[in-house]
């Protein structure tokens, strides 16, 4: 694969390539070609920059990627972001600080802005406990819920084994019991002759 620095160059006129993006990498291929292999690539200068063919399709131009930057507002995770808005949401750290990134709708936050998060919703939710801990408040219901927090697990149906399950509470931490208790029901029809 050849890097191509002129962006005039005839062998990738945009009536002749295909043009995919690996990264920031621009990569390009002759239309029409069995293999997904590129002949030719360019990487831009900057990485959120990427290419596109000129309103008269004769030629190719570098876009600005960064919806921030060219004031779209950020629908989710963006594909290509500059340096100046690939950070944290929350304290700005860049990615290379970052460890472990979460996405959201507005950007990702960082390890340790989660790590807050989740202690100030585990705080939260232990302060919303009850002083006084009743036992039959956690009997007959239709959720799984912690009994130490009140964490209602939004997939109980896949818990349906009578059997008694050990389960670790994903926001508290703690170890509790389930046990499913099933009923069955039936629906009768007559059977029209």
């Known amino acids: 694969m050849e890097l191509i620095t002129d962006l005039k160059d005839n062998r990738i006129h ?9 990264g920031s990498r621009q990569e390009f291929r002759a239309k029409n070609k069995n293999s997904f292999e590129a002949d030719f690539y360019i990487d831009p200068k900057e990485g959120h920059f990427y290419l596109e063919p000129t309103e008269n399709g004769e030629h190719w131009q570098w876009v600005n ?5 060219v004031g779209k507002p950020r629908g989710w995770m ?21 460890g472990t990134r979460w996405g959201s709708r507005k950007g990702w936050t960082c390890a340790s802005c989660m790590k807050k998060i989740e202690a100030r919703e585990l705080a939260d939710a232990l302060a919303a406990m009850p002083e006084e801990f009743d036992e039959w408040d956690y009997h007959n219901l239709h959720a799984i819920k912690c009994p130490y927090c009140a964490y209602e697990y939004s997939d109980s ?25 099933t009923s069955l029901t039936f629906d009768c029809s007559r059977i029209e002759t």
């Open 14 to 22: 945009p009536s002749k390539v295909t043009r995919t993006r690996s």
């Open 65 to 69: 990627g960064c919806a921030e930057c």
């Open 157 to 181: 149906w896949e818990h349906s084994n009578d059997d008694e399950e050990e389960h670790d509470c994903p926001r508290c931490k703690n170890k509790f019991t389930v046990t499913a208790d």
């Open 78 to 98: 963006t594909y290509i972001e500059c340096d100046k808005h690939n950070v944290c949401q929350r304290c700005k750290c860049s990615p290379r600080e970052a």
